[in-house]
């Protein structure tokens, strides 16, 4: 039950569809999805009452180095799914963009790796939360090559699916806003070496990889990743185009339009990065009073809106369908 002071999460949920496997981007999968990602950023109590209120029954906390998030399992309706859902930052506009620093690591592949491909990289700051977090189960790949191997580190996110997931029909649906979706894209990217059934709505995430990493990781999900972006929302824009890139596929949301196909829809990055100057200087000659519009764009509640001016699959409609693939 909700306390009067928190937010009313998963409002009305029992007239909307559960989420369900596509290789299309659905917009009641992505509405509990960013309600998951909303609720990752409030205490561990207010997200076990929240989670059971709304009908999951099992629940992971993961909480490291200041890298937060949890595992929940639903019941569904007689087919079961799981929701992994990071915390982002609850810091302003200007520290976010200050977090976001211009460095990056090479990524310890555990995927297979081909001669000659060039090197992947990740963000140094997002691939460490990520390490923090991740655990030390070994793929099954590994394993089968020996009588007897061990990772021999803490548990994390790895340990939790091998245990609880792995060899069964549970799809697992990863998000996270914010710097939680950057941390989202690194965790379904690996955990598919784990459990393929991988599905990824993020919202509002930064760029995390380069080029190489970006066609890998888009492979290996195959038309299972969907990036949402509201209006002039800056956190997407950064890192600098030059060092990082985004997987594909883009779901933009314009403030008026509502869901538009197309990158072409969106305002160019060095537009929107002026306006973020502008707001700046607007923000701190009217004494804080006259709120960033860019900084406005990234709630995570701006994104949920923008969701809902869709209408949302009730539950008595959806019918079980072969996965199939649609243009955004």
């Not at 001669?115 to 099954?140: C, K």
């Not at 690996?190 to 190489?212: E, Q």
């Amino acid at each position: 039950m909700n306390t009067p002071s928190s937010p009313p999460y998963f409002a009305h949920f029992e007239n909307i569809a559960l989420p369900t496997k596509s290789m299309n981007y659905e917009p009641h999968t992505a509405w509990w999805l960013a309600q998951c990602s909303w609720l990752a950023y409030d205490s561990k109590l207010n997200i076990a009452t929240n989670l059971q209120r709304a009908g999951f029954d099992r629940l992971y906390y993961f909480d490291m180095r200041g890298t937060q998030g949890f595992l929940a399992l639903h019941p569904g309706n007689g087919q079961r799914f799981a929701a992994l859902a990071f915390r982002g930052t609850e810091k302003n506009y200007i520290d976010i963009l200050t977090d976001i620093i211009i460095l990056r690591n090479k990524l310890p592949d555990l995927a297979d790796k081909e001669y000659g491909e060039g090197p992947l990289f990740a963000h140094a700051g997002f691939l460490q939360a990520f390490q923090s977090i991740w655990g030390s189960a070994l793929p099954h790949a590994i394993q089968d090559k020996m009588n007897e191997s061990e990772w021999v580190g803490p548990r994390g996110v790895s340990d939790v699916i091998q245990d609880k997931i792995c060899g069964q029909e549970i799809p697992l649906f990863v998000t996270g806003h914010s710097l939680g979706g950057a941390i989202a894209t690194l965790m379904a990217y690996h955990a598919a070496t784990y459990h393929p059934d991988i599905y990824l709505y993020t919202f509002g995430s930064p760029r995390v990889v380069n080029h190489p990493l970006s066609q890998k990781i888009t492979a290996v999900l195959r038309d299972r990743s969907y990036r949402c972006v509201h209006g002039d929302d800056i956190v997407p824009r950064v890192p600098p185009l030059f060092n990082y890139t985004h997987i594909d596929q883009l779901v933009y949301f314009d403030p008026v339009r509502g869901r538009v196909s197309g990158k072409r829809q969106m305002r160019n990055d060095l537009v929107v990065i002026l306006l973020l100057h502008l707001d700046a200087i607007l923000f701190f000659l009217t004494l804080r009073l006259r709120k960033p519009k860019t900084t406005l764009a990234h709630a995570i509640a701006s994104y949920i809106q923008a969701i809902e001016r869709e209408l949302l699959t009730p539950p008595t409609q959806l019918t079980t369908m072969p996965p199939q693939r649609t243009a955004v």
